[in-house]
């Protein structure tokens, strides 16, 4: 766990992870070729994706 902590692997994981996702649900090209238009395609996108994670998450409370 130590060399995890020491070389970021924990966050580079979890990047990877996001990018993969992002790829599988969006695609792997953008569409525009201008960097206004891709700048939003991508801004909704991940829009799209960060509402399917809330969505998708489990609503926990603690029992004491």
Known sequence: MGWQKASGYNQRSRV???IGRY?????????????GRRATEVGVAVH????????????SVRIK
């Open 23 to 35: 790829k599988q649900l969006i695609g792997d090209g953008l569409r525009f070729r201008k960097d």
């Open 16 to 18: 990877e992870t996001a």
């Open 48 to 59: 799209v994706l960060n509402q399917m994670q809330e969505l998708g998450r489990p609503i």
